[in-house]
C-alpha cells in the first residue's frame, strides 16, 4: 500500500492578483501575472533563442503592447491544426441580441424557428435554429432558445451540452450562464452550479447580477452539502449494519465502530478530511523551505484559488522530490514536487498543472468518491482513528472528471492573463519525453497525457476562443528553476553520503 499521498495523486493530473474587470477589460490592457509581482530569484539559467523571444514577448505584453507580444508570441509557438499562423486570427464576434443585426440567412434561420415553435414542430424548431448558433454564436436568444428547443424534443445533443459551448464562447453573458445553472442543477450538478456562479460573480464584482449570483452559488452550494450529508448518513447506517452482523457472526464490534467513525470524518466534511491527511504528510514528506521557491508556488496558488470559484483554505507546498507530480488533498490542501518546477518551462505551465489539481479539489471529486457506499467499507481499513492517516484506497478519476478539471483549470489560467494552453502544452512535452527518465514514468502513471486529451484540448481553447498567446512566465520561472536544480542536487549528495554512511557501518 502506498503512502495516501502517492495514493491521491492517482485522483488528479494563471497567475495574477485579478481585478473585478479581469475579463471584460480590452484586450489592450493587458494583467499582471502574479509571477511577474514576486522578487526573482539571484540564481538564473541560460535560455534558449525561443524562450529568449518568449521572454521578450512577455515583457511587451506585461508593458500593455499586447499586439507586439502576439507576434513574438507566434513566431516561437507552433498553431494548432486548423488554426491562421497569421495574427490576425478570426475573433469571436461580440454578443448580439437584436435579430435585425443578423445576416440575412440569420434573419430565415430565426424566422422559421419562431414559426416552429408557434406550430410545434420539432424539426421545424431544431434544424433552422442549429444552423443558426453554428452560423451565429453571438446571438444569445438564439442559444438559450435552442437549448431549450433540445430540452423539449430531445435532439441529438442535451441543453447542457448546448449552454456550456455557448457559455464557454461568452463566459460574461448572464442570461446564459444562468441557463446553464438551472441546467446543471436539473441534472443535480450543484457543485459544479455553484462553482460557475461564484466565478461570475468574483470575476464581475461590479456586474449589477453579481449579488445575483452569489445567492445562486450559495444555494446550489447548499444543495450538494445536503446530498453529500443524506449520502454520508445512509451509508454510516447501512456500515453500523454490516458491523452489527459481522458481531453477532465474529463477536468483534471494531467493524461498526469503524464504519460509523468513518462516516463521523466525512460529515465533518472536506477541510477536516483534508486537514488530517495534510498534516500527515507535512510531517512524513521532505519539504522545500527555501523562501525564494516556496513564495513563488505559494503565490501562484493563492491567485489561481482566487478565481477556482469556491472558498477553502488553501495551502501550498513544495515537496522535495526531483518527480514531475502535484496532487490536491480535500478542502484545497496542494502539494506540488519539486520537479513539477524542474520539468516545466513556463510559469503557464506550472500554472497548468496546479489549475487542474485545484479543480479536482474545487470540484470534490476525491471527497464525493470516498462517499460512495462502495468505497466507504474499505476507507475504514485504512484510517485507524486516533493514528496518523498512513493508507488509503486507492481511487481513479474517470474520463469526466479529468475532463472537467481540464476545462475549470484552464478558464483558471485564461482568467488569469497566461496562455490558455499552459496545460496543453506541458502534456505535448511530457508526451515527447516520455521515457526520458523516472520523472516521465511516475507522471504517465498517474496522468496519462494520451493524444485523445492532448486533442481535446486543443479543440476546447480552439472553440472557446481562449488566447494562446498571453503570458508565458519564461524568465522568473527559468530563475527559479535553476534555485529548484540546485536544492535537487544538494538533496541527492545528502542522500548518496547517507547511503555510503549505512555501508560503512559494521554489520
Do not use: C
Amino acid at each position: 500500500m502506498k503512502p495516501i499521498w502517492q495514493n491521491l495523486i492517482a485522483l488528479s493530473l494563471v497567475v495574477l492578483q485579478p481585478t473585478p474587470q479581469i475579463l471584460a477589460e480590452p484586450a489592450a490592457t493587458a494583467p499582471a501575472p502574479a509571477g511577474a509581482a514576486t522578487q526573482p530569484a539571484p540564481e538564473t539559467e541560460a535560455l534558449s533563442e525561443a524562450q529568449q523571444k518568449l521572454a521578450e514577448a512577455d515583457k511587451l505584453y506585461l508593458a500593455g503592447d499586447v499586439a507586439a507580444a502576439e507576434k513574438l508570441y507566434r513566431q516561437v509557438k507552433p498553431p494548432f491544426p486548423q488554426e491562421s499562423p497569421q495574427a490576425e486570427t478570426d475573433k469571436l464576434p461580440e454578443p448580439l441580441t437584436d435579430p435585425e443585426q443578423l445576416s440575412p440567412a440569420g434573419k430565415v434561420y430565426w424566422r422559421e424557428a419562431q414559426v416552429g415553435w408557434e406550430m410545434g414542430l420539432a424539426t421545424r424548431i431544431l434544424i433552422p435554429l442549429k444552423m443558426l448558433v453554428e452560423r451565429h454564436p453571438e446571438f444569445i436568444p438564439g442559444q438559450l432558445l435552442y437549448a431549450r428547443a433540445v430540452e423539449q424534443y430531445n435532439g441529438e445533443e442535451t441543453a447542457l451540452s448546448v449552454l456550456e459551448r455557448a457559455t464557454a464562447m461568452y463566459p460574461n453573458q448572464p442570461d446564459l450562464l444562468k441557463a446553464r445553472i438551472e441546467q446543471l442543477g436539473n441534472s443535480e450538478q450543484w457543485l459544479e452550479a455553484s462553482v460557475a456562479a461564484r466565478q461570475f460573480a468574483l470575476l464581475n464584482s461590479e456586474h449589477p447580477q453579481a449579488a445575483e449570483f452569489t445567492q445562486l452559488a450559495d444555494k446550489n452550494l447548499e444543495h450538494f452539502r445536503s446530498q453529500l450529508r443524506k449520502k454520508i448518513t445512509g451509508n454510516a447506517i447501512a456500515g453500523g449494519i454490516t458491523g452489527i452482523l459481522g458481531l453477532v457472526i465474529t463477536g468483534s464490534p471494531l467493524g461498526a465502530f469503524s464504519a460509523v467513525q468513518t462516516a463521523a470524518l466525512l460529515m465533518q466534511g472536506e477541510t477536516a478530511l483534508g486537514e488530517r491527511v495534510a498534516s500527515s504528510a507535512k510531517r512524513q514528506l521532505k519539504l522545500v523551505e527555501d523562501q525564494a521557491v516556496t513564495s513563488y508556488v505559494k503565490d501562484l496558488g493563492e491567485k489561481l484559488a482566487f478565481l477556482s470559484g469556491r472558498k477553502f483554505e488553501y495551502e501550498f507546498y513544495v515537496v522535495l522530490d526531483e518527480d514531475l507530480n502535484a496532487f490536491a488533498l480535500p478542502g484545497g490542501k496542494v502539494f506540488v514536487n519539486a520537479g513539477a518546477i524542474l520539468h516545466t518551462d513556463s510559469e503557464a505551465e506550472l500554472a497548468g498543472l496546479l489549475s487542474h489539481e485545484l479543480a479536482h479539489a474545487v470540484l470534490s471529486h476525491a471527497f464525493q468518491q470516498l462517499t460512495e457506499g462502495s468505497l466507504l467499507a474499505n476507507l475504514t481499513q485504512y484510517i485507524p482513528f486516533g493514528g496518523p492517516l498512513t493508507d488509503l484506497v486507492m481511487l481513479d478519476y474517470s474520463r469526466d472528471q479529468e475532463r472537467q478539471a481540464d476545462i475549470l483549470g484552464t478558464r483558471m489560467l485564461v482568467a488569469g492573463g497566461y496562455a490558455a494552453d499552459g496545460l496543453h502544452n506541458l502534456m505535448v512535452a511530457l508526451r515527447e519525453q516520455k521515457g526520458g527518465g523516472n520523472s516521465f514514468e511516475s507522471f504517465f502513471s498517474t496522468h496519462p497525457a494520451t493524444n485523445e486529451r492532448i486533442s481535446y484540448l486543443q479543440k476546447l481553447i480552439q472553440r472557446s476562443g481562449y488566447n494562446r498567446y498571453a503570458y508565458e512566465g519564461i524568465s522568473k520561472h527559468a530563475q527559479v528553476r535553476a534555485r529548484v536544480k540546485q536544492l535537487l542536487a544538494e538533496h541527492k549528495k545528502d542522500k548518496d553520503k547517507d547511503k555510503d554512511d549505512e555501508s560503512e557501518q559494521p554489520q
